[in-house]
């Protein structure tokens, strides 16, 4: 069974311009949550999709917004973009079958895009 | 408060002996996961161990355990007979609250060195 999947793997962009990345979940899994990870604030929480919806959502500007289609793919988007925000953006998925279960809770992540600001 | 305290910053440990990394967590939710995840050079989250607060054993995974002290609030991981390969970034990691949610907060993380 393939992993999570993440493109693109690097990505360099400038001062007020957005950004899109992208997020295929493990086949079968619906829920599908984005991290940001950086040296000074190591990982937070982003956001999480479920069946298309937004469930939750963690402190973070509304340049950040992402969403998930119908195939439970994701993507993240950053727009007006900030030095801040270079960082490594994680995703991560998860069955979230509502049977329970401790694999349903287990959260698997992909390799990450390192996003550069310049 | 923080929620997760990993007080290790660094660990050294020699080729197949036993390590564990220390993790406690602060909650008020009675049902809740802990995660402990591991983070090679390359940025990759590898999954570990997942133990639910309900869980009455200890997580187990290959040469994983979580040692789960509820009333201590604290989930340490055990890794038996390290192996080289095992030198990476480790994360500790709680989810609070209902199933339905699956939002992670992580610690800081301990840097675990495996020497030959």
């Known amino acids: 069974k393939a992993g999570v999947t993440q493109t693109p793997r690097y990505l360099i962009k400038t001062r007020g311009q957005q950004v899109t990345l992208s997020c295929s979940p493990i086949?079968?899994?619906?829920?599908v949550s984005w991290y940001q990870q950086t040296p000074g604030q190591g990982l937070q929480f982003l956001f999480e999709?479920?069946?298309?919806?937004?469930?939750n959502k963690g402190n973070f500007p509304g340049r950040f917004s992402g969403r998930q289609f119908s195939n439970s793919r994701s993507e993240m988007n950053v727009s007006t973009l900030e030095l801040g925000d270079s960082a490594l953006y994680l995703c991560a998925s998860s069955l979230a079958s509502g049977t329970g279960g401790r694999d349903n809770e287990k959260l698997f992540f992909g390799s990450g895009t390192q996003l550069s600001v310049l | 408060a923080q929620k997760i305290t990993q007080t290790q910053p660094g660990m050294f440990v020699q080729e197949k002996e036993a390590v564990t990394l220390d993790c406690t967590y602060d909650?008020?939710?009675?049902?809740?996961?802990l995660f402990w995840y591991k983070q090679p050079s390359s940025g990759e989250m590898i999954f570990l161990i997942y133990?639910?607060?309900?869980?009455?054993q200890n997580a187990t995974e290959g040469r994983y355990s979580l040692n789960f002290q509820k009333a201590r609030k604290s989930a340490n991981l055990v890794i038996s007979a390290s192996q080289l390969g095992d030198s990476a970034m480790y994360f500790c990691?709680?989810?609070?609250?209902?199933?339905?949610?699956?939002?992670?907060?992580f610690g800081s993380g301990t840097r675990l060195q495996v020497q030959p």
């Open positions: 990691a709680m989810r609070e609250g209902l199933t339905g949610r699956r939002a992670l907060t």
């Open positions: 909650t008020s939710d009675q049902s809740y996961g």
């Open positions: 086949s079968g899994h619906r829920s």
């Open positions: 133990q639910g607060s309900y869980d009455e």
């Open positions: 999709y479920f069946s298309e919806t937004q469930r």
